[in-house]
Every structure is written in C-alpha cells, then in structure tokens.
C-alpha cells in the first residue's frame, strides 16, 4: 500500500527486526501514526544507499545562509550607525541592514557550499540483501512540522545501517 499525500519519505534499513521495531515506536512518541510509518522485510537484492554527506547538506546550507543573513544584517546596521553618527537617520540604517542582510547572505552561501559539497568522487554503496537475512525496511512519510532532518536522527539513533537513496538505479 502506498502513501496517500505526496510529501517527503525516509526509507532506512536496519539489520535487526527489534531495532527497527524500537525506530517505528520512538517515532509514533513523536505523534507519527500508522499512516505515515511502514515496516517491511526487504526481499533478496542490491539496493543503492545514499552517500553519507547527502541527506543533510541542504539543511546545514539553509542554517547557515539564515546565520549570514543575521551576521550580515547586524554588521551592516553597525557600520551605518558608526560611519553615520550621530545623523543616522532610520532610512540609511535600514539600507545598511539591508545591504548587510545580501552579502552576508551571499558569503555564508559560498562558504558553505564550498565546505558542505564536496567533489563526489566515492564509489556508489550498495547492500545486498541475501536469501534468508533479515533485512528490515522502515519508511516514514515526513509531514509538515517534523523535519527530514530530524527523522533521519531518530532512525539513526535506533541504529539503521543505511538510508535507501532516492535515485533510481
């Protein structure tokens, strides 16, 4: 059975029944019910793993694209107000934490897309699920208030060897 809304899915594979049980369980304590949560066996095959530096690189950009904009907004309205004084006037100062707001923004941007991007020269992981393992595959479906960022934790944290990659092979 599918998922009825198309909002984002977290597929993580544990090597252990019981972990992935104690993962569905920690989940519905954080207000996931049985709509947004499947646990099934994984059937004999090669699956495609995400890299260890995918899932999270978007989210550690967007935090610190917020960060520069709040670095750059207060060291803008600084140098207004220090280049400006005492005949600072509420336009100048805005302009100034506005301009501030852009380029720290920008810089922040740079640097961490440099930092958190790197060159994907890796070999693709994959695991191979044989006849008679038991594999156990939990998908959640992400709905709005609860972050992807904060799934991936918690299934993490109960010991999932691995993220499902969301590329078709």
Excluded: K
């Excluded at 920690?26 to 793993?49: A, M």
């Excluded at 690189?57 to 004084?85: K, P, S």
């Amino acid at each position: 059975m599918g998922f009825m809304r198309p909002e984002p899915v977290v597929s993580a594979i544990f090597d252990a029944a019981e972990r992935a049980t104690d993962a569905v369980e920690d989940l519905r304590r954080h207000g996931f019910d049985d709509q947004h949560l499947r646990s099934v066996e994984l059937r004999p095959g090669r699956y495609l793993l995400e890299d260890e530096l995918t899932p999270d690189t978007g989210y550690h950009l967007r935090v610190e694209l917020v960060m520069g904009a709040l670095i750059g907004g207060v060291i803008g309205a600084g140098l207004v107000w220090f280049a400006l004084r005492p005949d600072v006037a509420p336009l100048a100062l805005l302009v100034g934490v506005l301009f501030g707001i852009l380029f720290g923004t920008l810089l922040a941007g740079v640097f961490a897309a440099v930092r958190e991007v790197p060159m994907d020269d890796d070999e693709d992981r994959w695991l191979d699920v044989r006849p008679g393992e038991a594999e156990v595959l939990v998908e959640v479906q992400v709905p709005g208030p609860i972050t992807v960022h904060t799934v991936r934790q918690i299934l993490a944290g109960h010991g999932a060897r691995g993220f499902l990659s969301a590329h078709p092979v």
